[in-house]
């Protein structure tokens, strides 16, 4: 089993930064894919951010491309979204999700490829 925590989440101003860390403990894994999810108030969860472990490969949703970052430090089991140039519709409980297994890049973004899921942290962009 693989625990998930996210912290970092919190309210910042419409062009404002956050990072988002997600430690991940319990089983010990070195490759498999970590990723960020996000869920709106009345709408469905959906994929923000993903990073292979083995190669730092990244896939990113189109409407946080060039303003998210994803990144991991495998020594610390940690992954890391920087979010910057927030907008108010980024406002979202964003969930850390992993899986150990060696996924194709092209699945990254589906919710059913990650086996572990975080509780969420949310995020509030006020305009």
């Known amino acids: 089993q693989v625990q998930l925590v996210e912290s970092g989440g919190g309210l910042v101003q419409a062009g404002g930064s956050l990072r988002l860390s997600c430690a991940a403990s319990g089983r010990t894994f070195s490759g498999g894919v970590m990723g960020w999810f996000r869920q709106a108030p009345g709408k469905e969860r959906e994929f923000v951010a993903g990073i292979r472990r083995s190669d730092g490969g990244t896939a990113y949703a189109e409407s946080v491309k060039g303003r998210f970052a994803i990144s991991r430090d495998n020594g610390k089991n940690t992954v890391y979204l920087q979010m910057n140039a927030l907008k108010p519709e980024d406002t979202a409980v964003y969930y850390c999700?992993?899986?150990?297994?060696?996924?194709?890049?092209?699945?990254?973004?589906?919710?059913?490829?990650?086996?572990?899921w975080g509780q969420g942290t949310q995020v509030t962009v006020s305009s």
């Open positions: 999700a992993a899986t150990t297994r060696p996924i194709i890049m092209g699945l990254v973004p589906r919710q059913s490829a990650y086996d572990y």
